[in-house]
């Protein structure tokens, strides 16, 4: 049987999925592991290049496939199917370093107990062009946990963690109604049952994903809906959501400097904010950092603002 089984969801990326699996079937190690790709509704080549892979005969891939239902459901049906004991979840972006599987290996035999998971790190793929809001969203994530050993149940960050298989399932999996933060809701939900989520910097992957200022924005549109999602499904965790970005009425009442913000980017400035983003960004990059960050924490409290509304 296999020590470790890999959980891939995917959607319409074959030829990102492509590189994930070939890096995959690179990996150093000896130990036994499987891939459990789970294909929600792909309309592309993603059946093909699945097909390829197990037929390939190198490392053992499951192929399953479900009519579209959103990536959580497709990651629990491949939870469902994996054999090994502890799982190593990640995206069909995630392009693994050769040493990848042996990392998180190692890290938990290091640590010890089922309720150990391990936080691999991600960069942005070097063989991508440069991109500000790649960096922005993504490698900023990771360099707030430089120097850190264990870290909080918010960095359950489901492209490149691992988990004993048996304690996933015994938290409930994901939640297939969010859409975004389901892997750090699931993280608090893992934390209660026992969880420590350590940070292993040596457990190396690369996100092979550019983005661009309009997916940059709607991620943020994204992230304040689905805070309100779990706020409504769990009220008790208002502190720990508020930290997180929510605000609204009591008890999720901004901060001083969140109204001084909002104030200063009302909706119809908003476009004149972003233009002047982009040409500050070609003047001083920094400079430009900061003002995208703001406009992406703006869009974020008028996407909360709106779901509460509903």
Known sequence: LPVLSVVIPTY????????CLRAFDRQTTDIPFEIVVCDDGSTDATGTVISRAVAAGGVPVVHL???????????????AAARGGRLLIVNDDTIPAPGLVDAHLAAHARRGGRETAILGRMTIDPAL????FSALHHDASYDALAGRVEVGWDAF????????????EEAGGFDPRLTWHEDIE?????????????????????????????????????????????YRQRPDLAAD????????????????????????MPPALLPGWQMAARVLTRISPEAGRT??????????RLAIARALAA
């Not at 496939?65 to 939870?79: D, F, S, Y």
């Open 241 to 264: 959501l508020t930290r997180l970005g929510l605000v609204g009425p009591p008890p999720l009442a901004a901060a001083p400097r969140h109204r001084v913000a909002d104030l200063a």
């Open 186 to 230: 699931l993280g608090e939900r893992l934390a209660r049952r026992g969880m420590h989520l350590f940070y292993a910097p040596e457990a190396l992957a690369y996100h092979h994903h550019l983005l661009d200022e309009t997916a940059y924005l709607r991620i943020a549109e994204r992230e304040g809906a689905a805070l309100v999602l779990w």
């Open 129 to 132: 062009p440069f991109s500000p």
């Open 291 to 300: 003002i995208w960050r703001r406009l992406f924490q703006r869009q974020k």
């Open 12 to 19: 319409n990326r074959a030829d990102t999925l492509r590189l």
């Open 157 to 168: 960050l489901t492209c490149n963690v691992s988990v004993d298989r048996r304690l996933l």
């Open 65 to 79: 496939r479900q009519e579209n239902a959103g990536a959580n459901a497709a990651r629990n049906r491949a939870i």
